[in-house]
């Protein structure tokens, strides 16, 4: 009784063991493919990410349905076209910009006055690029409507202004508090209190 | 954009690191391998636990600089109720997006973290332990906590500068 207990075990175990080892190395064939489109650069021939898809979609396969062939190319297509979207690009920039700061607008950067040449004395430096405005044959400042009129290079403080409201200088918010007075009121609140006489 | 102003900053640090007396405590700040990797070295300010030893901070510049500000963190352990013990990373205001200024340059951030070592912050603590003796007033606890992981890890006066 015991032997045969034995020998089932044994038997049972070989094949867990050779029934694990085919998906084991499918997994592995699927992370490294899927680890290479998340950190790769793009450097790589493309032919070949295609073809390593393909059989990673077919080894995927073997140990459950069958998979046609079309469908596995299906997959592959997607995959380069996946590693051709600059997905971590974009989910930083939500990241960056699904803070609470927030920026000015296009037309109050575009309305920002201009510093004549004339007007820029030859020790004044965009604290931004910390350049002399005069270094450049063709300067486009622009001043700030803070208290110190504080002057950068447009294309240093468009940037900032993008993505914050302030002057890098004093800190003063550029854009009118509008905020507390567009507030709506709570009609819904206004029911209750109405309902608790009514 | 940020290599034209790095490039900057390399010159005006080589101008007055170490020679500038007004930073008598960045002892190196020097790019690696590229200008957006850079270590320096700081001297424990004086009048403070941390007198005497020096610790090493590594700077990494994010590539929208100076819009973002850099991120630097201690390169050898330092208790300090604003610097996390394990990873080095110190609770700043002006080293996040929010309170960052495009006009900072690399050697205010350092004169700031220089600033933090004498005068922390235990409201925002990244070390509980050495906030709470800070909290409670407990200024010789304090101190000697400090000073017990500086002589740990810290490196002396006679040591060589961090490379």
Same mark, same amino acid.
């Given at each position: 009784m015991s032997t045969y207990e034995a020998q089932e075990e044994a038997a049972a175990r070989e094949r867990a063991s050779n029934t694990t080892q085919p998906p084991q190395r499918s997994h592995e064939t699927l992370a490294t493919m899927l680890s290479n489109l998340f950190t790769g650069e793009g450097t790589r021939d493309l032919p070949q990410e295609t073809n390593l898809a393909a059989q990673g979609i077919r080894l995927v396969g073997s140990d459950g349905e069958e998979v046609s062939q079309s469908q596995a190319q299906e997959f592959a297509r997607a995959m380069t076209l996946l590693q051709e979207l600059p997905i971590r690009d974009s989910l930083l920039e939500q990241l960056s910009t699904q803070k609470d700061i927030e920026g000015v607008s296009q037309e109050f950067i575009d309305s920002l006055e201009r510093v004549s040449r004339k007007s820029l004395k030859p020790d004044q430096t965009c604290s931004i690029c910390t350049s002399d405005f005069l270094d450049d044959p063709h300067p486009l400042v622009v001043k700030l409507p803070c208290e110190g009129n504080h002057r950068f290079d447009l294309e240093c403080i468009a940037p900032w202004l993008k993505v914050h409201s302030?002057?890098?200088?004093?800190? !003063?918010?550029?854009?009118? !508090?509008k905020k507390f007075e567009d507030l709506p009121v709570d009609s819904e609140e206004e029911e209750d209190d109405w309902e608790m006489y009514g | 954009m940020a290599t034209k102003r790095l490039m900057k900053e390399f010159s005006l640090v080589q101008k007055s690191? @170490?020679? #500038?007396? %007004?930073?008598?405590?960045?002892?190196t700040l020097q790019p690696q391998d590229t200008l957006f990797q850079w270590k320096g070295t700081i001297s424990g300010p004086k #009048?403070?636990?941390? %007198?005497?030893y020096k610790w090493g901070l590594i700077i990494d510049i994010p590539h929208t600089y100076p819009s973002s500000p850099p991120s630097v963190k201690f390169a050898n352990k330092i208790c300090h109720p604003n610097v996390n013990f394990q990873t080095g990373e110190i609770c700043l205001n002006i080293l996040n997006q929010e309170h960052w200024s495009p006009a900072w340059n690399l050697i205010n951030v350092i004169v700031a973290i220089l600033q933090l070592l004498g005068n922390p912050e @235990?409201?925002?603590?990244?070390?509980i332990d050495v906030s709470n003796l800070l909290k409670l007033g407990d200024m010789s606890a304090y101190d000697g906590l400090i000073k017990y992981y500086a002589v740990r890890y810290g490196l002396k006066d006679e040591d060589g500068i961090l490379d």
């Open positions: 302030t002057c890098p200088l004093c800190r !003063k918010n550029l854009v009118e !508090k | 690191i @170490p020679s #500038d007396s %007004e930073y008598p405590n960045i002892l #009048d403070t636990p941390f %007198e005497g @235990p409201l925002s603590p990244l070390n």
